[in-house]
């Protein structure tokens, strides 16, 4: 009896011969953009007519469950659930770049200074840094928020401020490890300035780990952003954040009315575990790339 063989399609064949670090990535990377495309596209299918308005009350029906008109089903005050999860989505990623590449654009050019000139100004830094970086980061964020108020920009900034000491202590410790290298002697040697070493030669030695950094950083900042939201410390009432709606939607829970926030939570868990799958998947690449170089 002869034995036939199995015809496996191809693309199974592609993904199973990659690794574990590709598949994450792959998978981290599909997700990722998959919500940058739902926060790109919302707009444009609300003005179609394709979608509810996130911020007007339909008024009726009130706490419609999952239905054709309705996919996730309308929230006690009117809301469509549907559209406000999808402008969740931009709402969360406008909060985290924001947040994210401001605690890059601060913390990385603090950290090659104070690593490469060392001194007392290194010694300030580190104090300073090290002080922030013992504080848990959803406490420092409800404290700052407190001080800087609700809105996109603000709660960027409450949540940049817990993320600096990151990049500082990565970029600052690869630099003292950097800068005694002959590549940086031979530079000092033939009298480049402080600023050509700082960005010819250190920032593309150092700056490896920070893609890693950003990814978990920012899959941190959407679960800090709903902590706030849910604690009534993000952002306005009117505009949609998964947090906060998951908030306005406890007192319904005990009644059965469960989509109002399982949705928003299913969202903001997707995209963290996309983020967080990218972000372990380019370490493990890296971290590869480094052992074999």
């Given at each position: 009896?002869t034995?036939?063989?199995?015809?496996?399609?191809w693309?199974?064949?592609?993904?199973?011969r990659?690794?574990?670090?590709?598949?994450?990535?792959q998978v981290?990377?599909?997700v990722?953009?998959?919500?940058v495309?739902?926060?790109?596209?919302a707009?444009s299918?609300?003005a179609?007519?394709?979608?509810?308005?996130?911020?007007?009350?339909?008024?009726?029906?009130?706490?419609?469950?999952?239905?054709?008109?309705?996919?996730?089903?309308t929230?006690?005050?009117g809301?469509?659930?549907?559209?406000?999860?999808?402008?969740?989505?931009?709402?969360?990623?406008?909060?985290v770049v924001?947040?994210?590449?401001?605690?890059?654009?601060?913390?990385?050019?603090?950290?090659?200074?104070?690593?490469y000139?060392?001194?007392?100004?290194?010694?300030?830094?580190?104090?300073?840094?090290?002080?922030?970086?013992t504080?848990?980061?959803?406490?420092?964020s409800?404290?700052l928020?407190f001080v800087?108020?609700r809105?996109i920009?603000?709660?960027?900034i409450?949540l940049?401020?817990?993320?600096?000491?990151q990049?500082?202590?990565?970029?600052?410790n690869?630099?003292v490890?950097?800068?005694?290298?002959?590549?940086?002697e031979?530079a000092?040697?033939?009298?480049?300035?402080?600023?050509?070493?700082?960005?010819?030669?250190?920032?593309?030695?150092?700056?490896?780990?920070?893609?890693?950094?950003?990814?978990l950083?920012?899959?941190?900042?959407?679960?800090?952003?709903?902590?706030?939201?849910?604690?009534?410390?993000?952002?306005?009432?009117e505009?949609?954040?998964?947090?906060?709606?998951?908030?306005?939607?406890?007192?319904?829970?005990?009644?059965?009315i469960?989509?109002?926030?399982?949705?928003?939570?299913l969202?903001?868990?997707t995209?963290?575990?996309?983020?967080?799958?990218?972000?372990?998947?380019?370490?493990?690449f890296?971290?590869?790339r480094?052992?074999?170089?």
């Amino acid at each position: 009896m002869t034995m036939t063989r199995v015809q496996v399609p191809w693309l199974f064949q592609v993904v199973g011969r990659l690794s574990v670090s590709q598949r994450m990535t792959q998978v981290g990377l599909i997700v990722t953009l998959l919500f940058v495309l739902i926060a790109v596209l919302a707009p444009s299918l609300q003005a179609w007519g394709w979608l509810q308005s996130p911020t007007e009350s339909l008024l009726n029906p009130i706490h419609e469950p999952p239905s054709l008109p309705y996919w996730f089903g309308t929230t006690r005050q009117g809301y469509d659930v549907f559209s406000r999860t999808l402008f969740g989505s931009q709402v969360a990623l406008q909060v985290v770049v924001l947040a994210t590449g401001l605690s890059l654009v601060v913390g990385v050019p603090l950290g090659l200074v104070s690593g490469y000139l060392g001194g007392w100004l290194d010694r300030v830094l580190l104090f300073v840094m090290d002080s922030i970086y013992t504080l848990p980061g959803l406490l420092l964020s409800v404290t700052l928020a407190f001080v800087v108020g609700r809105g996109i920009f603000n709660a960027a900034i409450a949540l940049s401020i817990a993320y600096i000491p990151q990049y500082y202590r990565v970029v600052r410790n690869h630099t003292v490890s950097v800068k005694n290298e002959l590549f940086i002697e031979a530079a000092q040697a033939l009298g480049a300035s402080t600023w050509a070493i700082l960005s010819r030669y250190l920032l593309m030695n150092v700056i490896q780990s920070v893609p890693v950094l950003f990814t978990l950083n920012a899959a941190d900042a959407i679960l800090t952003l709903g902590g706030l939201g849910f604690l009534g410390l993000g952002l306005p009432d009117e505009v949609p954040e998964w947090g906060h709606d998951m908030r306005q939607a406890l007192d319904a829970l005990p009644t059965g009315i469960w989509w109002t926030s399982f949705f928003p939570g299913l969202a903001m868990t997707t995209l963290v575990v996309g983020l967080s799958l990218l972000g372990e998947g380019l370490n493990e690449f890296l971290d590869r790339r480094s052992r074999v170089r």
